[in-house]
């Protein structure tokens, strides 16, 4: 099995900063795109950044400038580095990742999420 497990969400105000970290564990061979996507209430889950192993990053046009995504191949974990951060970024984080496994197709798992809430 794998398991993705989030972390470093919290309370900010606005302007503050936040890291996330999601680590994956279990029978993992490799893994291909690690990425954070987010879903506010009411709405759907939508991509907030992807970074590609050999590190092709893509993030969605209202993070440009305030965050960063980075991963640590051999520790399979990949992390979102959040400055400036805005009510309208408040939400519940999911982090995923492309996971191969010993004789098996590549499939995509999510973490739990982790909470941001975003004071004004």
């Known amino acids: 099995q794998v398991q993705l497990v989030e972390s470093g969400g919290g309370l900010v105000q606005a302007g503050g900063s936040l890291r996330l970290s999601c680590a994956a564990s279990?029978?993992?061979?490799?893994?291909?795109?690690m990425g954070w996507y987010r879903q506010a209430p009411g709405k759907q889950r939508d991509l907030v950044a992807t970074?590609?192993?050999?590190?092709?990053?893509t993030y969605t046009e209202s993070v440009k400038g305030r965050f960063t995504i980075s991963r640590d191949n051999a520790k399979n974990t990949v992390y979102l580095q959040m400055n400036s951060l805005a009510p309208e970024d408040t939400a519940v984080y999911f982090c995923?990742?492309?996971?191969?496994?010993?004789?098996?197709?590549?499939?995509?798992?999510w973490g739990q999420g982790t909470q941001v809430t975003v004071s004004s």
């Open positions: 995923n990742a492309e996971v191969i496994r010993q004789g098996m197709w590549p499939r995509t798992y």
């Open positions: 279990g029978s993992i061979l490799r893994i291909n795109d």
């Open positions: 970074m590609g192993r050999g590190g092709t990053i």
